[in-house]
């Protein structure tokens, strides 16, 4: 049985916690929040899309399955920390950007670690509420 609240709500819910994941994940960059509370915040609406809509109808709405969102953020968060071999120094040593954008937080390598771990946390969410996702 289908909630016609819950679908219309999770319809206009899911874009703003979307937004508020992304904002938790720059926050935590210098201030409590980061990319494990924006990962955890992201799960947590598609949950809730899925709850009011079905875990098809979600999956169509994703851009990649779980398991892919999971293989890309331990990508990125592996990529973040070459750039310290590169140049001789220690794996994960911090790099930043010489400019600033004014509305973002200081970029550099800390910010795509961070990114990693919003992914790895958002696609580990789904697939441990919905475990036979994984499946293609």
Do not use: C, Q
């Not at 398991?67 to 890309?72: E, R």
């Not at 600033?100 to 970029?107: A, C, G, Y």
């Amino acid at each position: 049985m289908k909630s016609l609240i819950l679908t219309i709500t999770a319809k206009y819910i899911l874009p703003v916690m979307m937004l508020f994941s992304v904002f938790l994940l720059m926050r935590g960059h210098h201030l409590p929040g980061g990319g494990f509370v924006g990962g955890l915040t992201a799960g947590a609406g598609f949950v809730l899309y899925a709850f009011a809509n079905g875990v098809e109808v979600t999956l169509e709405k994703m851009w990649l399955r779980p398991v892919k969102i999971i293989a890309l953020g331990l990508l990125i968060a592996f990529l973040s920390g070459l750039p310290g071999l590169i140049t001789e120094a220690s794996f994960f040593k911090a790099y930043w950007l010489p400019w600033e954008v004014f509305f973002l937080p200081k970029l550099g390598t800390p910010l795509l670690f961070d990114a990693g771990v919003y992914l790895v946390v958002w696609g580990i969410v789904m697939v441990i509420i919905f475990p036979n996702i994984t499946e293609d």
